[in-house]
């Protein structure tokens, strides 16, 4: 028995419209290559160039530290363009770096003493510039003592567990042939406990540093019989050994004019306090912190002299290149003139030029290679249609359903004549008309051939 042929697919729908199809075929090209654009373009904007964020953290000291009390000035300042800045307490510069450098701490940036990041991988840190000094000062009972090394065998006050005073003084004294263990007695304590137990006599001497060597503290000390402030002689030595320290000097008379207080100049050693940053900080951001260190650290002071700070000499951190470029020309005339927030997007606005710009080029070339697929896939469904009519009438067809592939070819004929083809393509719709004839002689000659046998 003969098996029934499987039925045949059915006629493709061909518009009925065909200046709608017309204008489908060019919006379809611009949809496809307008989508293309806006697609690279989000994806330069989400991975190359981010909007600013609107909260960051910084981690900064104790709630009385001068590392506390600049961070709140800056919040102030960041406030003014719309941004948040979180300020976090602390125990000073070691936890300040201790945060920065755990990637599970929500940290962005934080004030950094220098000479506490030896041995440590800061790779993923950069720095904003020095802020201000952190100076280190050593009162002693007596008289004539101007070398750390005259200290071995007393007792010295060196700052509390953790702190960046301690570690700094251990290295100080370590360079000098003291360090624990030997017959110096090194007490962990900082700041007015210091002071108070070298005023007592229960210390011989005292290193104080940042916020515990206070102009009010210094002076009471120097106020107490007996009690001497060290001159570092060596103090450009100091600063060769250690890059990270500055040699300033504290002139006659600058803690106290009527008294004379100190009488002679003092030349002392000293860190700077950083603003580090972790390494992904958004340009617009670093420039607006640079913008409020100036506006909080650059009148003059006992230390420094006016537009001393902030300053982008390199330190134990690599200066950021956002940094340099703002400190050699300031903002750009879109921060310059507009508010914050409509600068960032037009800085981001001309950012996104080049990607454009590179894309027009290419999509302008891909629009009528877009355009020319659609036609040509319409002429295509045609010649698809027009082969299966071909092998209908060529299989073993009843006289029913060759009348059926004539009618099928008629539609196809009919929606040719409303077809709207460009001129370009005039020559392959003519050749798809000659084709229509040809598949009408043939299912002429099919039924001539099975009706006379």
């Known amino acids: 028995m003969k098996a029934p042929r499987p039925p045949r697919p059915p006629l493709p729908q061909f518009p009925g419209d065909h200046t709608h199809a017309e204008w489908r075929d060019h919006t379809l090209a611009y949809v496809i290559v307008a989508a293309l654009v806006v697609a690279v373009v989000a994806l330069v904007v989400w991975v190359i160039d981010p909007a600013p964020p609107r909260t960051i953290t910084m981690s900064a000291g104790s709630r009385d530290s001068s590392f506390f009390v600049a961070a709140e000035q800056y919040r102030k300042i960041l406030a003014k363009n719309g941004i948040t800045l979180k300020v976090l307490e602390s125990d000073g510069s070691v936890q300040n770096l201790q945060r920065l450098l755990d990637p599970k701490q929500h940290v962005d940036l934080a004030l950094v003493q220098g000479g506490i990041a030896d041995g440590l991988d800061t790779s993923s840190l950069m720095s904003l510039g020095s802020v201000f000094y952190s100076p280190v000062v050593v009162f002693y009972r007596g008289t004539n003592v101007n070398q750390l090394s005259q200290l071995e065998g007393k007792r010295i006050a060196i700052g509390r567990e953790g702190s960046g005073t301690r570690l700094l003084a251990l290295k100080l004294l370590e360079a000098n042939g003291i360090g624990p263990g030997g017959s110096t007695t090194l007490v962990p304590s900082d700041g007015l406990q210091a002071a108070t137990q070298l005023v007592s006599g229960e210390v011989d001497a005292a290193i104080l540093n940042g916020d515990s060597a206070t102009r009010g503290l210094m002076l009471r000390v120097l106020k107490v019989p007996g009690i001497s402030v060290m001159n570092f002689d060596e103090a450009s030595a100091y600063t060769r050994l250690f890059p990270y320290l500055d040699q300033i000097d504290l002139p006659p008379g600058v ?22 940053a972790r390494t992904n900080l958004h340009p617009a951001i670093s420039d607006l912190l640079i913008e409020a260190a100036q506006e909080v650290h650059g009148m003059p002071g006992l230390l420094q002299r006016a537009g001393e700070f902030p300053s982008p000499v390199a330190r134990e951190y690599q200066i950021s290149e956002d940094a340099q470029r703002y400190y050699k020309t300031g903002k750009s005339f879109l921060y310059r003139t507009l508010p914050f927030w409509l600068a960032s997007i037009g800085d981001r606005t001309l950012v996104l030029l080049l990607p454009v710009a590179v894309l027009l080029f290419p999509a302008m070339r891909l629009i009528p290679a877009l355009y020319r697929w659609r036609v040509r896939s319409r002429i295509y469904r045609y010649y698809g249609a027009l082969i299966a009519i071909e092998r209908g009438a060529l299989a073993n067809s009843t006289e029913d359903e060759r009348k059926k592939l004539v009618e099928e070819l008629d539609q196809i004929e009919a ?39």
């Not at 077809?419 to 040809?438: C, Q």
Request: zero cysteines.
């Open 255 to 276: 803690l106290d004019l009527r008294h004379r207080i100190p009488p002679d100049t003092v030349h002392l050693i000293s860190p700077t306090v950083e603003i580090v």
């Open 415 to 453: 929606s040719l004549n409303r077809l709207r083809m460009p001129l370009a393509y005039a020559d392959a719709f003519y050749v798809l008309r000659e084709h229509v004839g040809f598949v009408r002689d043939r299912l002429g000659a099919v039924s001539w051939q099975r009706s006379h046998p």
